[in-house]
């Protein structure tokens, strides 16, 4: 286990109707806001109007940024800064998934700075500080509602980079399941091939002795596989929609990688495919996860036969871990296919054309190589793009 | 699932040589301070020496309070409330196991109180606010490092009483395995016993549709079972020790009862037995789980069933549940025995003379009720000592 410092302070509010208490929270901090969200959706479930009504009864005067859209623009960013600076509001309010939560992040991070806030992302600058983030959830699957990183694209040459921050932490993020229950199906699947990722992300370590990590990681998967068959099958599975929501921020808090070090090539590999082709990142990570695990899994077979054991409960077969390995790599595309999830870039509809572009600008952002559990060269993107085709 | 708010700031500093770091965290929030630990094993093993050289190194003037035993004492609490006043200082740092940081929770509470700080505890006082607390851990077990709690026995009458309020998590805790080595054998034990129990008190629920932290708890106690062997055949095993110590902190960080609702009761019986009989706390739990679970399992076999599968590998015998029930109570109690913990009173030299007395002041502090999974009168306490004899 390698030497760590774990600290989270988001305060989550949980539960049917948490919703109605985001004015009491929100006053805690300002008395003007910026609200953040994404089309019309939450105005036609009535969220909107739920909220609206939260803040006023708690005397906040809230300035509206509408328009986030899937893999979230950098132009938005810029927008929400500047209004924030024009109007002198010193807290955002996110409702929505991880696009409108990481806007809001990065306006919070924005503001404060006097440069350009994408140097952030790109390495030429660290922030110090943020104004204050709030979110209430709509869709579990970033995990940005107790996180300290996002995710933003620039459409100036479609370059999609993460930062993490400290900083970023929001002070509190609202999770009521019930806001999930109108999730179309196909949201609903990326939304958990997302959570999935944000674990075995961390589960494929080559740090040894991680013993509760693993364990904790294994048991948070199983609820994930375990919950989304019951949400589909019925879309307003209170119980169901709860696992999955808890599991999303249990996921992506940081507590799960203590003492660990992730992989995260996957989510590299992916966002190079949804920031050119704009598909949805759950989509893509199910379609590079198996690729990248069969392209990788001999660097260390032991650890794939274990998640095939105890994630997926394949038999055991000590003589020949690699078929356990492989059969759990072959469990989890049929799981991703099962709830209806592409697992092929042709599913997708992209074909090869771009593969050489991706596997560039992958590699670029990253000092050469990409990836931790294997360090992966152009030329082993190129091929893991491939096995993906 | 049931709604909850949870938040904990805590920061967590884990593994090797961390210790030396504490002088410049404890920087960040006072220059005078409060150290509190127990008797001279910081002193032999050099811990005492690298501590002070780190506080000094950071400018930081130390006044010391010594002393603190197992089972800690109101009296104590009372003169380090009265050094902090006398010497205007504002923070306290806890060197030592759950004993040492419940004294520091407990003085850090009573500082700024005009009261008697056993009003907080006899719960005719909330408390509002705390001067902060650090602490450096050298005992996994109580899991106070990230807790809102702290548990004081007052010797005018020798009642044991616990507190919880959120302005008590600790603002850093240090963690290094290494500093669990020269621990007895006899002390990891019931160090693990405790840990356990935290896990358990949280997993007999009777909130349903609670399967993430039902899983995550599971993790938990595995990590647990199968580590402390290790550290019993080996003290100086790192990784053993790490394990252990991590699963201490998440045992009781409070993450693992969101939305359900613990029993607690055992720690309340157990308590008793501690108060009057002065035997470590982790040993009492060891005598009283099994005989608290052989009473109340049939409130929910199934429940009982799966702790038996999921954390004992019981084999499934779906015909009759009662039988693998009855197969994982055992499973615990035998494995108690083999880390060397008493099992029943007698072993640890108790007979029944007091038990009506200890049941008596058990269901005084609450309600006459004890317990959340099966609410417990004073004769159903009764009848579980009676089964620990």
Not at 69 to 98: H, M, Q, T, W
Not at 204 to 211: I, K, L, P, Q
Not at 217 to 230: C, F, G, Q, R
Request: hydrophobic share 40%; net charge negative; proline share 3%.
């Amino acid at each position: 286990m390698n030497n760590f410092v774990f600290q989270n302070c988001t305060k989550i509010i949980f539960g049917k109707d948490t919703e109605n208490l985001v004015g009491q929270e929100t006053a805690r901090y300002a008395d003007k806001i910026l609200m953040v969200y994404g089309g019309g959706t939450i105005k036609k479930t009535g969220l909107y109007d739920r909220i609206m009504k939260s803040l006023r009864d708690s005397g906040i005067d809230v300035t509206e940024l509408s328009g986030v859209k899937p893999n979230p623009r950098l132009s938005l960013v810029y927008e929400g800064i500047d209004i924030c600076r024009k109007n002198g509001i010193k807290f955002i309010l996110a409702v929505g998934g991880g696009s409108v939560i990481d806007t809001a992040k990065a306006i919070g991070v924005g503001v404060p700075y006097d440069g350009d806030v994408w140097d952030f992302f790109t390495g030429k600058a660290v922030p110090k500080e943020t104004i204050p983030v709030g979110t209430v959830l709509t869709i579990p699957a970033a995990g940005s509602e107790a996180s300290d990183s996002a995710v933003i694209t620039n459409e100036d040459g479609w370059y999609k980079l993460g930062l993490t921050s400290d900083v970023m932490y929001p002070v509190f993020s609202i999770l009521n399941p019930e806001l999930t229950f109108t999730l179309p199906d196909y949201q609903t699947a990326c939304g958990c091939a997302d959570i999935m990722a944000h674990l075995m992300e961390r589960y494929f370590t080559r740090v040894r002795n991680v013993e509760l990590t693993d364990r904790l990681i294994e048991a948070t998967l199983k609820t994930v596989i375990s919950n989304v068959p019951k949400a589909l099958a019925n879309p307003k599975d209170y119980n169901a929609r709860a696992e999955i929501m808890w599991a999303s921020t249990v996921a992506h808090n940081n507590l799960l990688d203590t003492g660990r070090v992730g992989d995260w090539a996957s989510h590299m590999i992916e966002h190079e495919i949804s920031a050119i082709y704009d598909i949805a990142h759950g989509a893509g990570l199910a379609i590079v996860f198996p690729a990248w695990m069969k392209y990788v899994y001999k660097e260390d077979v032991a650890r794939f036969a274990q998640f095939a054991k105890r994630v997926w409960n394949v038999d055991d077969n000590l003589f020949d871990l690699e078929e356990m390995a492989l059969k759990g790599i072959s469990a989890l595309e049929s799981f991703f296919s099962s709830i209806g999830l592409p697992v092929r870039l042709k599913q997708a509809g992209i074909d090869h054309t771009r593969i050489e572009e991706m596997a560039d600008k992958c590699t670029m952002s990253d000092s050469y190589t990409v990836g931790q559990f294997k360090k992966l060269s152009k030329q082993d993107i190129i091929n893991i793009y491939k096995l993906a085709l």
